[in-house]
């Protein structure tokens, strides 16, 4: 997939773009990032790429000349670019949007800087407009490259584990479960006992009553959404008895033990003397 990227600050992309999971995604030619400076598309003698909003006002407005020369000159490649102009007034980025886009060959982000871009671009130059949320950033750039992240990592052969992006949140609405690694005991911390069992199905419905209970009590919204089958109740319920006992900070006695959750103290499989 292609990504090409029109900025006034070419710069900013380079690290983030170079390193890591992108980085080596380019690498292996399974994502290309190409970011053009949009100064080199104005034509006038002192490339100019902003002016003086009309009807006055502060700041000052991103020229339609140099935005749509650019824009017109990639349109005429192939194959050709799915135009988003990254902006707050457009609709708010989402897991969802990251897997359309990711069926995209090639798309174009357009940086707006300053008050942003002149309205006549906006409307009748681009295919799509996005947020990444509810805040005014300086430019689109950071935008631009929280979808370039989102989108190529969705690409398959890019994580190299498919089954990552497809369990994942917000493919289905819900928080991810916590994830511990080693120590397995951390200045006095231990982990959820369940996890050392070696009983994949006990650790499969742990993860899920967790992740249930997680989102439950960060995004009610989300969780308002839901549509709980009789097991999820029942492993939501075991969440939640598990993590009371969990926040009382005290040992469940041995009626609560079930077989299942026990996560004792702190939490903590590591701490044998706790026991
Ligand atoms: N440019 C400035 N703020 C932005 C935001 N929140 N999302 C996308 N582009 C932006």
């Given at each position: 997939m292609i990504f090409d990227i029109l900025t006034l600050?070419?710069?900013?992309f380079a690290a983030p773009m170079g390193q890591s999971i992108l980085g080596k995604a380019q690498a292996r030619g399974l994502v290309e990032v190409r970011v053009h400076n949009i100064r080199d598309y104005a034509t006038d003698k002192h490339q100019m790429t902003d002016d003086r909003p009309f009807g006055g006002g502060e700041g000052m407005v991103m020229k339609p000349e140099p935005l749509v020369s650019a824009i017109e000159s990639l349109q005429q490649e192939t194959p050709r670019p799915w135009v988003v102009l990254l902006t707050p007034q457009g609709r708010l980025f989402s897991q969802a949007i990251a897997w359309e886009l990711s069926h995209k060959t090639r798309v174009l982000f357009i940086c707006g800087r300053y008050e942003g871009v002149d309205e006549r671009v906006a409307e009748y130059y681009t295919d799509d407009q996005i947020s990444i949320g509810d805040y005014v950033l300086t430019g689109g750039e950071l935008a631009a490259m929280v979808l370039t992240d989102a989108v190529a990592?969705?690409?398959?052969?890019?994580?190299?584990?498919?089954a990552s992006t497809a369990t994942e949140s917000f493919n289905e609405p819900i928080l991810e479960h916590p994830q511990y690694t080693r120590p397995r005991d951390f200045r006095g911390q231990g982990i959820p006992e369940i996890l050392l069992s070696g009983n994949h199905e006990a650790i499969e419905s742990w993860r899920r009553g967790q992740a249930l209970y997680r989102t439950r009590q960060r995004r009610p919204d989300l969780f308002a959404k839901l549509i709980l089958s009789r097991r999820d109740e029942e492993l939501l319920r075991r969440a939640e008895e598990e993590n009371e006992i969990h926040s009382r900070k005290s040992v469940p006695t041995d009626d609560q033990e079930n077989g299942f959750a026990l996560c004792r103290i702190g939490a903590l499989s590591g701490s044998e003397s706790q026991r």
């Open positions: 600050f070419p710069a900013m990592r969705l690409i398959p052969g890019v994580l190299g584990n498919e």
